[in-house]
């Protein structure tokens, strides 16, 4: 079983109470707008990173990660990527993607509203863990945290980490 820490939108933010949060995870995943390598590397420091890059990250990011990730974890395929949509809305390639490699768990972030929806259509939990930067619309910066365990995702939890 793995625990994993979801967040995104971090926009070059970081502080200490998202690093105690994470802590707690086996890996972090990222689901874009890091907003720098340095803050990267930070949540790297933490745990190891999966991430992708979103729209607002520079060269320094884009080098490092890819714009969308799929993974197996544990026995659960995993699919990543910074703006996606949701369900009945996703985007072009989101969908094509749904379609063709039928994942279990869809990861997206850029809104930076939390949401956490069963996609029946599909098959797939899809999860947007808000907004964990200080910048932005959202009023209160959020991650989540989860555990895969063989092909169950299960003990999800959803981290307030206060106003932005």
Known sequence: MKRIGLISDT????????????STC???????????????EKYHAIKPLKAVY????????RIVYPQQQRLLCEETK?????IGGYPGHYERAVKQELEMSHPKLF????????KVIYD????????????????GEH???????LSIDKT????????????R
């Open 11 to 22: 926009h070059g933010y970081f502080d200490e109470r998202i690093a105690e949060y994470l």
């Open 120 to 135: 029946k259509k599909f098959n797939v939990l899809h999860v947007n863990p808000g907004a964990a930067g200080i910048y």
């Open 54 to 61: 979103g729209n607002i990250d520079g060269q320094d990011v």
């Open 139 to 145: 009023k209160v910066r959020t991650l989540i945290r």
């Open 78 to 82: 995993v699919f990543i990527t910074h």
């Open 152 to 163: 169950e995702i299960k003990d999800l939890e959803i981290v307030e980490l206060g106003a």
């Open 26 to 40: 086996d890996e972090i995943w990222h689901a874009g707008d890091i907003g720098n390598i340095a803050t990267a």
């Open 107 to 114: 990861i997206c972030g850029h809104s930076h509203i939390l």
